[in-house]
């Protein structure tokens, strides 16, 4: 479903993402891990079309919707928290408002045409949730730490961490194809953090994560990519295969250069040891 080919980002002198070829599957649900500054940020923003890369291709299968959570910075005001929420949902609201119309036509005079197309236009408020949309905005507001009490407070009440959940329960309730989230358990409390882990556990879609919460990781990823020296390394499993598995990766690259190390002194001291010597000096 997603691609990126040859793609490269660096910002002044630093090079974050080096030659980068990488595939996405429609099912995925993958930890992005590194060290603070590998790149971690940077790629989502890459993958979610928020930044342009300097070299290569970012390239999505047709019809892939992206939805992206950053770390913090969002904020909603201006209408109540159950208004908000029901906002993300702009496709199922716009067939709402077409079958209320619909209605009001065919109650006063009924052409074929109008009812062709307030069938067709059941059938996908159906297939899409919309007659159960209600109860799911209340699922994911309560599963997120909401209380009923809150859904109809003005959404600049709430402090910042609240306002990362607002954004995070728009989020799911548009159910992107491909789910971007940059450390989704920051701002939530222990009941939330278990909601979400159930949830994104059962999610239909591809979900790419960044978490410091090894646990979290543990039970909802299949798939580690770690970002390390601008380039990408696929571990299959969940964190803590990965630590087991980038250590024992770690532990042959140190093998390997005890013997390059070796191989470099015991030539060097070749050299030294024969350099003046006519009848070494084509060996030397």
Not at 18 to 29: C, I
Not at 65 to 84: A, W
Request: glycine letters at 8%; hydrophobic letters at 40%.
């Amino acid at each position: 479903m997603l691609q990126l080919k040859d793609v490269v980002k660096q910002f002044a002198d630093q090079v974050v993402l080096r030659h980068v070829d990488w595939h996405v599957r429609p099912t995925d649900r993958i930890g992005l891990c590194g060290e603070n500054g590998a790149g971690k940020t940077t790629l989502l923003r890459l993958l979610s079309g928020q930044s342009d890369v300097d070299a290569g291709k970012v390239q999505l299968a047709r019809g892939t919707t992206i939805g992206y959570l950053p770390q913090e910075g969002l904020e909603h005001s201006g209408r109540d928290l159950f208004t908000e929420v029901r906002s993300a949902l702009e496709v199922l609201l716009a067939v709402e408002a077409e079958l209320k119309q619909l209605e009001g036509q065919i109650s006063r005079e009924a052409e074929e045409s109008d009812l062709d197309r307030y069938s067709e236009l059941q059938e996908i408020f159906r297939q899409r949730g919309g007659y159960t949309m209600e109860a799911e905005i209340g699922r994911v507001l309560k599963g997120l730490g909401f209380a009923e009490e809150d859904w109809r407070k003005p959404c600049e009440q709430f402090s910042g961490g609240w306002q990362m959940r607002i954004a995070l329960a728009k989020l799911l309730l548009q159910k992107p194809n491909l789910l971007l989230l940059d450390e989704p358990t920051n701002h939530l409390d222990l009941p939330a953090r278990d909601w979400l882990e159930g949830y994104l556990s059962a999610y239909p879609y591809a979900v790419i994560l960044v978490s410091h919460d090894r646990f979290f990781l543990d039970q909802v990823v299949s798939r580690i990519v770690e970002i390390w020296h601008g380039k990408l390394t696929d571990y299959p499993g969940n964190y803590s295969r990965y630590l087991a598995a980038r250590d024992e990766r770690v532990a042959a690259l140190r093998e390997t250069k005890r013997r390059q190390d070796e191989e470099v002194a015991r030539l060097e001291s070749f050299i030294n040891k024969f350099r003046y010597n006519a009848n070494k000096a084509a060996l030397v």
